[in-house]
């Protein structure tokens, strides 16, 4: 658990106030950062604010500006930033239960852990929980923290509560406007039954450990290589055999999923069963050729 909690308050529900602690329930992964370095002398590349026509200027001689149009700004000083802050009234007042499943995924921003401020608080905590649990709700409510206002999701989570900043309505794109060209037809039942069997084949429980950012793991294996080496430059070959093949861009989907089945297939036979025999040319250019006799996709 964190040191010290981002905010601590009371969650109000009519005229039950409980007394809770908020913690981060998310960290920084693992990043790369890099600084732009001028290379002849090994230092950093740093930056100066300037004026054009001026040249360099002070600190003291910025305030923000707010663009109202070209070109034009009304001009803000921190104090006048400062004074329109909201305090943090330390009350998180739950106005709406709501199902889960009514409030969409691209709402949900910054997940907490919401635990109770001490013993006292945890008997009527737990009812909150259990309630929230067994109605299958989530409370919905506003909260002032760090000067701004947000909307929250409180629902059950493990042993105690989650609390999830939600973003605001004018903050997400309305999805018609990205999948407006996509049709009304009918998928093909074949391909449907067959994009079941593979989604059935391959439900399992999520484990978020068994993914990690190969990205990151590459760049630090090259870093660290490049020390070893003493700053030396290392070139490695492409993998030839990750490229992807030439040819047409356009996939069979019945074959794209045929195969994926059966690679599904294979491993779940791939104990206590031998290899099969390779097939003859002429086995292996009828297989080729099957993925034609398959029913064409309708256009739109």
């Given at each position: 658990?964190?040191?010290?909690?981002?905010?601590?308050g009371q969650i109000r529900l009519a005229l039950v106030s409980i007394p809770v602690e908020i913690f981060p329930a998310t960290k920084s992964g693992a990043q790369i950062q890099f600084h732009q370095v001028h290379e002849p002398s090994g230092k950093r590349i740093k930056y100066e604010k300037v004026v054009p026509g001026i040249g360099p200027v002070d600190r003291d001689e910025i305030v923000k500006g707010y663009e109202v149009s070209k070109g034009h700004y009304v001009l803000l000083d921190p104090e006048e930033i400062e004074?329109?802050?909201?305090?943090?009234r330390k009350t998180l007042d739950l106005v709406q239960f709501v199902d889960e499943d009514d409030i969409a995924p691209m709402y949900f921003e910054k997940p907490y852990y919401v635990v109770p401020a001490d013993d006292l608080a945890e008997e009527a905590y737990v009812v909150?929980?259990?309630a929230l649990k067994d109605?299958?709700?989530?409370g919905v409510g506003q909260l002032a923290m760090r000067g701004q206002e947000y909307v929250v999701a409180l629902k059950p989570h493990d042993r105690g509560m989650l609390m999830e900043t939600l973003r605001y309505a004018d903050e997400v794109n309305k999805s018609s406007g990205f999948f407006r060209d996509i049709g009304d037809t009918k998928p093909d039942p074949d391909l449907l039954d067959?994009?079941?069997?593979?989604?059935?084949?391959?439900?399992?429980?999520?484990?978020?450990?068994e993914f990690h950012n190969r990205?990151?793991?590459a760049l630090k294996d090259l870093i660290a290589?490049?020390?070893?080496?003493?700053?030396?430059?290392?070139?490695?070959?492409?993998?030839?055999?990750?490229?992807?093949?030439k040819g047409s861009n356009v996939i069979d989907l019945m074959a794209a999923l045929k195969k994926s089945l059966g690679e599904g297939k294979s491993e779940a036979g791939a104990k206590g069963k031998k290899a099969a025999p390779k097939k003859s040319a002429?086995?292996?250019?009828?297989?080729?050729?099957e993925p034609e006799k398959a029913p064409a996709r309708k256009r739109a």
């Open positions: 658990m964190a040191a010290r909690p981002v905010w601590r004074s329109v802050k909201l305090e943090s909150l929980r259990d109605a299958r709700k989530v067959m994009a079941s069997m593979l989604i059935e084949r391959k439900a399992g429980e999520f484990d978020p450990s990205y990151v793991d290589e490049k020390q070893k080496k003493k700053g030396e430059k290392v070139i490695q070959d492409p993998d030839t055999d990750a490229a992807p093949p002429a086995k292996r250019a009828t297989s080729r050729k």
